[in-house]
């Protein structure tokens, strides 16, 4: 079933039925990963692991749709200036001071040893911590984006937004990011 794949060895295949969650093979351009009692068969994104990509606020700031518009980037994401209304954070839109941010910002996937500060919590948390918490699969884990300033980690797109860039009763400026 995997030969057309790539993969030739079996034995590794075989081992990773009884292998705990997480443990994977790969061939030249797959990958194969338990997750509980399934087998999950992925392309390789080799090329977008390291990829990384600036945004600057002036971008950001003129409702331009990242995806495209002036960046080029491998999800959709729109910021718009002014927020029409502001509403509570949510999954798929975060409400943010700007002037707490600076340039660049910067989209790319998580990393080990990234740390963030989940909204409406005081102290820090991993960002592995707290994608096992939400009980991700390895791919969705793999696939998680974060948006930056600084190195501090302002969204975990798609899923929760960081409490020091939240937006409160001395916001001057609001900038609203949606995921599309």
């Known amino acids: 079933m995997f030969k057309d ?61 990242v995806q495209k518009g002036k960046v080029q980037t491998p999800i959709g994401i729109l910021f718009f200036d002014e927020a029409d209304a502001l509403k509570d954070n949510a999954q798929t839109t975060i409400y943010v001071d700007v002037e707490k941010m600076n340039d660049p910002l910067e989209l790319r996937l998580w990393q080990k040893g990234d740390v963030f500060q989940p909204i409406g919590m005081k102290g820090k948390k991993k960002v592995s911590k707290y994608l096992k918490d939400e009980k991700l699969t390895p791919i969705e884990k793999e696939n998680t984006w974060i948006l930056t300033s600084e190195n501090r980690i302002v969204w975990v797109v798609g899923r929760r937004a960081d409490e020091r860039f939240k937006v409160t009763d001395q916001t001057n400026k609001i900038l609203k990011i949606e995921l599309k």
Do not use: M, Q
Not at 17 to 35: C, F, I, Q, R, W
Not at 52 to 65: G, R, Y
């Open 5 to 65: 794949y790539g993969f030739s060895e079996w034995n590794d295949v075989v081992n990773l039925l009884d292998a705990e969650t997480g443990k994977y093979v790969t061939s030249s351009n797959h990958k194969l990963t338990k997750h509980r009692e399934f087998l999950i068969l992925t392309d390789c994104h080799s090329e977008l692991d390291s990829e990384s990509i600036p945004i600057n606020k002036s971008v950001t700031l003129s409702a331009v749709e």
